[in-house]
């Protein structure tokens, strides 16, 4: 059975940073695509960052030069470093893993998923 599991949310004032992590259990995720979306309060779920399972990595542009996305493959674990948080970061976050090994935006391309970890930014 798969398991993602989500941890390092919390409240934060602007400017600040908090580094997300994702614990993969079940399947290796290393030769796969994975991604972190989030998802504010009457909002959609959005794209904010993915690895393909060759190590790319893209992101969301409102993510570009704040946040950075990696990967512990001996660790099967998934990371987000957010860094300047903004008010309008606040969401809950959540990773997700892929059977195949390109980044894609959509959520429907994702077969696994965590069950989220909040992140509260004050301004």
């Known amino acids: 059975q798969v398991q993602l599991v989500e941890s390092g949310g919390g409240l934060v004032q602007a400017g600040g940073s908090l580094r997300l992590s994702c614990a993969a259990s079940g399947r290796t995720f290393s030769n796969y695509a994975e991604a972190w979306f989030r998802q504010a309060p009457g909002k959609e779920r959005e794209f904010v960052s993915g690895?393909?399972?060759?190590?790319?990595?893209y992101y969301a542009d409102f993510a570009k030069g704040r946040f950075t996305i990696s990967r512990d493959n001996a660790k099967n674990t998934l990371y987000l470093q957010m860094n300047s948080l903004k008010p309008e970061d606040t969401a809950a976050y959540y990773c997700?893993?892929?059977?195949?090994?390109?980044?894609?935006?959509?959520?429907?391309?994702?077969?696994?998923w965590g069950q989220g970890t909040q992140v509260t930014v004050s301004s």
């Open positions: 690895i393909s399972g060759t190590g790319y990595t």
């Open positions: 997700a893993a892929s059977r195949d090994w390109v980044v894609r935006t959509t959520q429907g391309a994702y077969d696994y």
